[in-house]
C-alpha cells in the first residue's frame, strides 16, 4: 500500500500542475478569442464578418485535430517554450493549444446566449464596447461561462492523461509504465479512481459555483 502510495502522489501531483496551469492558459488564449467572434459576428457591435469566417475557421481546424497527434506537432514548440518535449512542464504547451479553441467556442456560445435587448439598452446609454464586454454579456452569460469551463477542465483532465503516453507525466504516466507495462492491475484501478474522482469534484465545484 505504502507503494501505491508513493507512486500515486506524485503523479497526482503533476496532473493537478498540468490542469490548473493549461487551463489557465487556454482561458487567456481562448477567451479573448471567443468574445472576438462574438463582436465581429455578422449581428455583433464590430461587424466583420470575414475577418470572423477566418477566426472560427482555424479554431474549428485545431479542435478537429486529435490531441495525440497535435502533441507531436508541438513537440518543438514546447521545446523552444521549455527546452524539452518530456515532462508536466512540456505537457501544458500542447494541453493549452488543444483547449483553447474550445474555450473561444465555449465563450461564444455564452455570450450568444445573453438577451440582445440588454446589449441595446447599454448601447444606448453610451457604454464603450469594452465596458459592454465586462459588465454585460461577461456578467450576464457568468453561469453559462462557469459550466463551459468546466467541461473544458474535464477535458484537460482526459487530455492529461494522455499525455502520460508519450511521457508527459502524470495518472496517464503512471497507469501506462505501471499499470501497463508492469502488469500492476492495482495501479491501474488506483488510476482509474483517482481520475474518475477528479472529474466528479470539478463537474460538482461547477455546477455549484455557477449556481451560486
Known amino acids: 500500500m505504502s507503494e501505491i502510495v508513493e507512486l500515486v502522489v506524485p503523479s497526482f501531483l503533476d496532473t493537478l500542475y498540468m490542469v490548473v496551469f493549461s487551463t489557465l492558459f487556454s482561458i487567456i488564449l481562448g477567451a479573448p478569442l471567443g468574445v472576438f467572434l462574438v463582436l465581429t459576428d455578422e449581428e455583433g457591435l464590430l461587424k466583420m464578418p470575414k475577418i470572423n469566417s ?5 479554431i474549428n ?3 478537429s485535430i486529435p490531441f495525440i497527434i497535435l502533441i507531436i506537432v508541438l513537440f518543438p514548440l514546447s521545446r ?20 483553447a479553441p474550445f474555450v473561444a467556442r465555449v465563450v461564444e456560445s455564452a455570450l450568444k446566449e445573453v438577451n440582445k435587448g440588454v446589449v441595446e439598452a447599454a448601447v444606448s446609454l453610451g ?16 453561469p453559462g461561462l462557469i459550466l463551459g469551463i468546466t467541461l473544458t477542465i474535464v ?3 482526459g ?9 508527459g507525466g502524470g495518472i496517464g504516466d503512471l497507469a501506462v509504465r ?4 508492469r502488469f500492476r ?3 491501474l484501478i488506483v488510476t482509474v479512481i483517482i481520475l474518475v474522482l477528479i472529474v466528479e469534484i470539478t463537474q460538482r465545484t461547477g455546477i455549484y459555483l455557477a449556481k451560486k
Open 54 to 58: 477566418v477566426i472560427g475557421t482555424i
Open 61 to 63: 481546424i485545431t479542435r
Open 80 to 99: 523552444v517554450i521549455v527546452g524539452t518535449t518530456i515532462g508536466k512542464e512540456a505537457a501544458v504547451v500542447p494541453l493549452s493549444i488543444a483547449a
Open 127 to 142: 457604454a464603450s464596447i469594452p465596458q459592454i464586454v465586462l459588465k454585460v454579456l461577461i456578467k450576464e452569460a457568468l
Open 155 to 157: 477535458n484537460i483532465i
Open 159 to 167: 487530455y492529461s492523461a494522455m499525455a502520460g503516453v508519450i511521457g
Open 178 to 181: 505501471y499499470g501497463y507495462q
Open 185 to 187: 492491475t492495482d495501479i
